[in-house]
């Protein structure tokens, strides 16, 4: 309903940031990864997501659109809401949520305040189960797709993270192309971030 707010930054807390549009201050809750370095009285944008309750409805804003692709991908985990997304989130940048995702790293969820092990292997076990049912190419397809734009044992590993974050089989391999295969697979993911949120 609402894409982005932009506007001036007139108050920030911690996972609070309000940004004034037209007269008007929009709360966005956010991350703590999305408000550091911001400055007050300067302008903004921060890419949003209306959550809407039975009891509340609550505006969440994010300064890239990675960070908010991976809010709400966790919003469909089961036994995970906002507040414990904004936790995640305000732990870890988007890319090395989906890189602990994609390595079954449990023990790094688990290290972010409020997230047990049983959350932790939820997200994993539910976030992994998307991907596989939103892959729509066979084998030979997917082989195909990402021989055809990038290569390196990272490869499939950083199509995957990128998943993870909302984006499809072939924007990522097609955001990884031509990236050196010795590159680590964090360092793919960042690279491909960039251009994937200035082609959006």
Known sequence: MIYSVKGELIHKEINLAVIECAGVGYACRTTSNSTDGLKLNTEVVFFTHLHVREDAVELFGFADKAELNCFKMLLTVSGVGAKSALSILSDMTPQNFALSVVADDVKRLTQVSGIGAKTAQRIILELKDKIDKQQSFTATEWNNITSKHIS??????????????GFSASESAQALSGLPAEMETSEQIKQALKKLSSGR
Request: hydrophobic share 50%; charged share 5%.
């Open 152 to 165: 390196g044992k990272s490869s499939n590993s950083a199509v995957s993270a990128l998943m993870v974050l």
